[in-house]
Each structure stands twice: as structure tokens, then as C-alpha cells.
């Protein structure tokens, strides 16, 4: 995503809060909700980030270089925990709101100039957006894997189907009371996209279940 793009979807953000359930059919009541954000940053350094200073002066800081390279900062408001390297990479993740990445980055930036670093210049990508959802239907996974194409269903291995959509790009974990995660997508209109055409898929393939009796809610992580 470029800076432009960046700042456009920050200005949509102020007119849709995407933690609350959104409704887009009048019909059926479609429901989801953005529950991760996945963004990379990438820091302008002149030397590498001491990450031994940053641990030794910050604190809400986990660094154990024996066990995983780079330092773990969480930031409460907005809650958001990064991960950070020496080469000036880091990872941002459990936001839910684009909007408030550019907040928790000033924030990174400056705890560790607190520590007597030089960064500057953070450049946000959005990486994942994930959100989890409801179908409103029970769905017939095995007849399911069987309609939807590039579909894999291994109840022994996973209690839900896994289905990769092919246009929009974005991947579906659906279980049978109708329940989903959708991942993969890098905008919220892409979100929107993929879950409207799953929705209008089970009912046009026939796959949504009139039998409540046969549903194993015990398979379902959302319940």
C-alpha cells in the first residue's frame, strides 16, 4: 500500500468503525467484524538497532536473542504489539483499525529514541487483515468440499473447511453453524468482497443445512 492509499483508507476509517458488526444485506443479516491487522514497518537507520539498549530502558519489553532475534514491545492505547529487528524491520499486529497504525508507530519510534537511537522516516505496509464473521446458516462441509473448488475439508485434522477464493485472493476457515475467519486481504473493501460472494456461494450451491440435529456446535471455536 502506498503513502497515498495509506492516507485514504485512514480518511475511510473515520466513517466506518470497523469494531462494531456491519450489516450489508437486508435479507439475510451477513455479520462480521475486523478482529487483526498485520502491518510491516520499515525504518530508516543510520547503524543497527541496538535492541539490548532498548530492552535495558523501555519497559513493556520481552528480548531473549537465544529464543527469537528481535524484541517484542506492546503498546496499550491502542493495544498493539510489535515485534522489532536490528535491521530496522518490524512487525505490528493486534490492531483492529487502520487508522491506528500510524499512532502506535509514532509511539515505537519514539520509546526508542528514549533510549538514545536514531529512527526515523517509518514506512507502514498492511500485510493481513483478518476478520471473523457469521454466515447465518449451517453449512454442509462435506458437500461443501465437494461444490467449492480449491475447497480442503479433514475434520480429523481441522473441525473446519478450508477454502481459498480465488477472486477476491482471500482465504476462508468456514465451520458448519456458519461461523468464519477471513484472512489474507490487504484492504477492507477486499473483506467486504470475499464475504458477500461467500455468502451468495453456499446458497447458490445448495450447501447451507436444514437439519440443526446433525450440527456438531463442539467443532465450532467461536461458540
Given at each position: 500500500m502506498s503513502e497515498k492509499d495509506f492516507n485514504n483508507e485512514i480518511e475511510n476509517e473515520k466513517h466506518h468503525e470497523e469494531d462494531k458488526w456491519e450489516n450489508y444485506d437486508n435479507e439475510i443479516d451477513l455479520s462480521y467484524k475486523i478482529v487483526n491487522i498485520v502491518h510491516t514497518v520499515d525504518i530508516e537507520i543510520t547503524e543497527e538497532i541496538n535492541l539490548n539498549q532498548i530492552a535495558q530502558n523501555q519497559l513493556n519489553v520481552e528480548y531473549n536473542p537465544e529464543r527469537f532475534?528481535?524484541?517484542?514491545m506492546r503498546i496499550e492505547k491502542p493495544h498493539?504489539?510489535?515485534?522489532?529487528?536490528?535491521?530496522?524491520?518490524?512487525?505490528?499486529?493486534?490492531?483492529?483499525?487502520?487508522?491506528?497504525?500510524?499512532?502506535?508507530?509514532?509511539?515505537?519510534i519514539k520509546n526508542i529514541r528514549k533510549s538514545g537511537l536514531d529512527?526515523?522516516?517509518?514506512?507502514?505496509?498492511?500485510?493481513?487483515?483478518?476478520?471473523?464473521?457469521?454466515?447465518?446458516a449451517n453449512i454442509d462441509l462435506n458437500l461443501a468440499a465437494i461444490s467449492m473448488e480449491s475447497a480442503?475439508?479433514?475434520?480429523?485434522?481441522?473441525?473446519?473447511?478450508?477454502y481459498k477464493m480465488q477472486e477476491p485472493k482471500v482465504f476462508?476457515?468456514?465451520?458448519?453453524?456458519?461461523?468464519?475467519?477471513?484472512?489474507?486481504?490487504k484492504e477492507k473493501d477486499i473483506i467486504k468482497?470475499?464475504?458477500?460472494?461467500?455468502?451468495?456461494q453456499v446458497?447458490?450451491?445448495?450447501?447451507?443445512?436444514?437439519?440443526?440435529?446433525?450440527i456438531d456446535y463442539e467443532d465450532d471455536p467461536f461458540l
Open positions: 532475534p528481535g524484541l517484542v498493539a504489539t510489535a515485534l522489532i529487528f536490528s535491521n530496522g524491520k518490524m512487525v505490528l499486529t493486534g490492531l483492529k483499525k487502520v487508522i491506528e497504525a500510524n499512532k502506535v508507530v509514532k509511539k515505537i529512527v526515523r522516516n517509518p514506512i507502514i505496509t498492511t500485510q493481513n487483515i483478518v476478520a471473523t464473521g457469521n454466515l447465518h480442503m475439508y479433514e475434520p480429523e485434522v481441522f473441525p473446519g473447511l478450508i476462508f476457515n468456514i465451520f458448519s453453524t456458519g461461523t468464519f475467519v477471513c484472512l489474507g486481504a468482497e470475499g464475504i458477500l460472494k461467500l455468502n451468495r446458497r447458490e450451491l445448495g450447501i447451507v443445512r436444514k437439519n440443526l440435529d446433525s
